[in-house]
């Protein structure tokens, strides 16, 4: 089956030590985002790609940053976590950009702990 | 800016109980309303859709009429089941927005026997 897969499912780390998620999908999608949600909030969009444009939301730290090194995959990475980081991450991907009626499919997501 | 207001939860029903979950809406445009379902652990499952007024999104049992008049899109299901229980996010998106979604709070269903 067609799918979005998140690696690993449960991630720690430690204060200020280097990190990164892993998102692949199968779909074929031209969109992958990056969602943060944080305990029982909603997901917010912390970035996406279209295709290989990058297009980084106003309020998204530094901290965080991206890459898709081709279709399939594509990695979110935090420079230097802090215990405000922990959270589950979220990737998603949809077919195109600009068309609200897309729907958006997510991946089971990555938990990740700060100590 | 775009904001989803959801009622806040939890909600506990029996099961085979008649749900209602409201959700109202702001946005600039012509937005396309989701209802995402996000069961303990695991990522969002799209539950259902509609792209324009008066649409009527179904799934599963479940069902949400896009309201253009009322700003709304609540979410019913006549006959719920334990197996129901998660968390519901009623979402928008806007093709000025770069189909980015914006989520309400989420609504936590417990559906006890």
């Known amino acids: 089956d067609a799918m979005v897969i998140q690696n690993p499912r449960y991630q720690v780390t430690q204060f200020g030590k280097p990190v990164t998620l892993s998102c692949s999908q199968t779909l074929n999608h031209n969109v992958m985002y990056w969602y943060q949600q944080k305990s029982s909030q909603a997901p917010k969009l912390l970035f996406h790609y279209y295709d290989k444009d990058f297009n980084n939301e106003a309020d998204t730290p530094d901290n965080f940053q991206s890459r898709r090194p081709n279709t399939s995959f594509c990695f979110l990475d935090i420079r230097s976590p802090g215990l405000g980081d922990a959270a589950m991450y979220l990737c998603?991907?949809?077919?195109?950009?600009?068309?609200?009626?897309?729907?958006?499919?997510f991946g089971p997501g990555t938990r990740l702990t700060v100590l | 800016g775009d904001s989803v207001t959801q009622m806040e939860g939890p909600v506990t029903l029996s099961e085979e109980a008649f749900l209602t979950i409201n959700c109202t809406y702001t946005?600039?445009?012509?937005?396309?309303l989701f209802w995402y379902v996000q069961y303990p652990g695991e990522g969002l499952q799209l539950l259902l859709k509609a792209t324009k007024a008066d649409d009527k999104g179904s799934n599963k049992g479940f069902e949400a009429t896009y309201r253009k008049e009322t700003t709304s899109f609540h979410l019913e299901k006549g006959s719920v089941q334990v197996s129901d229980s998660a968390v519901y996010f009623c979402a928008l998106s806007t093709t000025g927005g770069g189909n980015k979604l914006t989520f309400g709070t989420g609504t936590q269903l417990k559906v006890e026997l």
């Open positions: 998603a991907t949809s077919p195109m950009v600009g068309l609200s009626t897309d729907t958006q499919y």
């Open positions: 946005a600039t445009g012509y937005p396309s």
